[in-house]
């Protein structure tokens, strides 16, 4: 949800700098000149996206724990202690489901939690 509010606030920002309803130019001054700042309301959505993010993936991790596995090996950023862990966890969890586990949790890793983590 507060992706989606990001993304319209960015759209209708960019829409009204476009038809010129925020922003102004005059030829001397080689500068665009926007009159109505987001940077607030971004601000606190990000903010909002990532804090949300965080405590999902925490809770996710405490619920696979409270069933009895351990992936908190997941959100490890030093690939070494990660690769360890989750060779440990499957090690422990053998079958064909952990492996599609710890499978989704790589692609997961590459494709988004990295990246998340980190900013």
């Known amino acids: 949800m ?3 509010k990001c993304e319209q606030l960015l759209k209708t920002h960019s829409e009204k700098i ?5 922003c102004s130019y005059k030829p001397e001054d080689p500068v665009i000149r ?14 909002d ?3 949300q993010g965080t405590i999902a ?9 409270f069933l009895g596995f351990d992936i908190s090996f997941s959100i490890i950023s030093d690939k070494k202690k990660y ?3 989750k060779n440990k966890f ?18 997961d890793r590459k494709s988004w ?3 998340f983590s980190e900013s």
């Open 57 to 65: 993936l925490r809770s996710l991790i405490k619920f696979a724990g």
């Open 18 to 22: 476009k038809n010129n309803e925020i």
């Open 113 to 115: 939690y990295l990246i």
């Open 90 to 107: 499957f090690n422990k969890n053998t079958g064909e489901k952990f492996k599609e586990l710890c499978d989704i949790i790589d692609n």
């Open 34 to 47: 926007i009159n109505q700042v987001i940077d607030n309301d971004l601000n606190l959505f990000f903010k």
């Open 49 to 51: 996206f990532f804090i």
């Open 83 to 85: 690769l360890e862990k």
């Open 2 to 4: 507060v992706k989606e």
